[in-house]
């Protein structure tokens, strides 16, 4: 026997079992109203009328703000991650993507360049844009499109800041990123946990490398009785991890060369002053005097050097004998000085003599 409970369809099917079919129903309907679905109009940034050239290296696009107000009454899972594609494509095309603003025109969406030719989109075509939820990522592996990557020194630090600019890594994607005023083509190989995207906000990421495009290999030490003809590999018949430790013994030279270069402190010989006679082999033999040993006749001779110092370039050192003290050379007057002393006593007599006082005290 049928149950009817007066046309409400969500309890339809036996009397036994009408509750359990209409509650599948109930959260099927509640499924459908998690998912965010809409066609958009899809355009470059580049079109976009606030000037956004910077988001073309990112992987975020721009929606109306009617995608924000639908969005925010649905039980979404934050953060917002969205999937696009391109139905009217011969191959199915899809990316993954996050949301930089709600600043685009009412259906309309601005896309990045790289993700507009990703996905075979002209401006103006439609492109379908669903909310999704993907796993945190934990490896992602890379493939540089050119070998002028190899010339970045830190590729790590410029991974970390262009990466900052993506939500979500597609397989099968070749983004774009700006580094010192040039642009980087990189393919996503592979992607793990999931084999075909996953979510890269707020997670610690390892990256692996394959060879970039157009890479040869330096030429291979020969085989005994072969040529020395070098030998050019692709990234599919060399080792996964080979590009990764050329890049990474890359870095390690770059700071090591700058640790090199840098100032240390304490660093160098020294001399000593007197020597005992168990470190005369390893001293430096001292400069032979010009003057005799004996204490009264060294300041004398000192004294001549260094006058004749005067008119040489550099200076001559002094050079004493072990336990004479040297307190200064003697003062030689230059011719006239004799009247200058003169006419300073002199001056100075003019300031001598008793005092004057204009009240005399008086006697008691």
Same mark, same amino acid.
């Given at each position: 026997?049928?149950?009817?409970?007066?046309?409400?369809?969500?309890?339809?099917?036996?009397?036994?079992?009408?509750?359990?079919?209409?509650?599948?129903?109930?959260?099927?309907?509640?499924?459908?109203?998690?998912?965010?679905?809409?066609?958009?109009?899809?355009?470059?940034?580049?079109?976009?009328?606030?000037?956004?050239?910077?988001?073309?290296?990112?992987?975020?696009?721009?929606?109306?703000?009617?995608?924000?107000?639908?969005?925010?009454?649905?039980?979404?899972?934050?953060?917002?991650?969205?999937?696009?594609?391109?139905?009217?494509?011969?191959?199915?095309?899809?990316?993954?993507?996050?949301?930089?603003?709600?600043?685009?025109?009412?259906?309309?969406?601005?896309?990045?360049?790289?993700?507009?030719?990703?996905?075979?989109?002209?401006?103006?075509?439609?492109?379908?844009?669903?909310?999704?939820?993907?796993?945190?990522?934990?490896?992602?592996?890379?493939?540089?499109?050119?070998?002028?990557?190899?010339?970045?020194?830190?590729?790590?630090?410029?991974?970390?800041?262009?990466?900052?600019?993506?939500?979500?890594?597609?397989?099968?994607?070749?983004?774009?990123?700006?580094?010192?005023?040039?642009?980087?083509?990189?393919?996503?190989?592979?992607?793990?946990?999931?084999?075909?995207?996953?979510?890269?906000?707020?997670?610690?990421?390892?990256?692996?490398?394959?060879?970039?495009?157009?890479?040869?290999?330096?030429?291979?030490?020969?085989?005994?009785?072969? #040529? @020395?003809?070098?030998? %050019?590999?692709? $990234? /599919?018949?060399?080792?996964? *991890? =080979?590009?990764? !430790? &050329?890049?990474?013994?890359?870095?390690?030279?770059?700071?090591?060369?700058?640790? #090199? @270069?840098?100032?240390? %402190?304490?660093? $160098? /010989?020294?001399?000593?002053? *007197? =020597?005992?006679? !168990? &470190?005369?082999?390893?001293?430096?033999?001292?400069?032979?005097?010009?003057?005799? #040993?004996?204490?009264?006749? %060294?300041?004398?001779?000192?004294?001549?050097?260094?006058? =004749?110092?005067?008119?040489?370039?550099?200076?001559?050192?002094?050079?004493?004998?072990?336990?004479?003290?040297?307190?200064?050379?003697?003062?030689?007057?230059?011719?006239?000085?004799?009247?200058?002393?003169?006419?300073?006593?002199?001056?100075?007599?003019?300031?001598?003599?008793?005092?004057?006082?204009?009240?005399?005290?008086?006697?008691?």
């Amino acid at each position: 026997m049928y149950a009817d409970d007066g046309g409400d369809d969500d309890n339809f099917g036996f009397a036994g079992f009408g509750g359990t079919f209409g509650h599948q129903r109930q959260v099927g309907l509640r499924m459908r109203q998690r998912q965010f679905s809409r066609y958009y109009s899809a355009y470059p940034v580049a079109a976009h009328p606030g000037n956004k050239a910077d988001a073309n290296y990112g992987g975020k696009i721009f929606l109306p703000v009617s995608a924000l107000e639908e969005l925010s009454r649905l039980e979404i899972v934050y953060p917002m991650l969205f999937k696009l594609e391109n139905d009217e494509a011969a191959v199915g095309r899809r990316t993954h993507c996050g949301v930089l603003e709600f600043t685009a025109e009412e259906g309309r969406v601005y896309l990045p360049q790289w993700m507009m030719e990703t996905l075979e989109l002209s401006p103006g075509s439609p492109v379908k844009v669903l909310n999704v939820a993907l796993l945190r990522g934990s490896l992602v592996k890379l493939q540089p499109q050119s070998t002028d990557f190899l010339d970045i020194s830190d590729h790590r630090a410029v991974l970390e800041n262009a990466l900052r600019k993506f939500s979500a890594m597609t397989v099968g994607d070749i983004v774009t990123i700006d580094y010192n005023n040039r642009e980087y083509r990189i393919a996503v190989l592979e992607t793990k946990p999931s084999p075909s995207a996953i979510n890269i906000v707020e997670t610690d990421l390892s990256v692996d490398f394959a060879a970039p495009v157009g890479y040869v290999e330096p030429n291979a030490r020969a085989p005994s009785g072969g #040529s @020395n003809n070098s030998m %050019a590999v692709d $990234g /599919s018949s060399r080792p996964a *991890s =080979s590009i990764a !430790k &050329d890049i990474r013994q890359k870095e390690e030279a770059a700071k090591h060369e700058i640790s #090199s @270069n840098r100032f240390a %402190a304490f660093q $160098g /010989s020294g001399f000593r002053l *007197s =020597s005992s006679s !168990k &470190d005369k082999g390893d001293a430096p033999a001292a400069p032979p005097r010009s003057y005799a #040993s004996t204490p009264d006749k %060294a300041p004398v001779a000192a004294a001549d050097s260094a006058r =004749s110092g005067l008119d040489q370039e550099q200076p001559v050192p002094l050079d004493l004998p072990i336990g004479t003290l040297f307190f200064g050379y003697d003062l030689v007057r230059p011719p006239g000085s004799e009247l200058d002393d003169s006419v300073d006593n002199t001056e100075a007599d003019k300031f001598q003599g008793k005092g004057q006082v204009l009240r005399q005290r008086r006697k008691r």
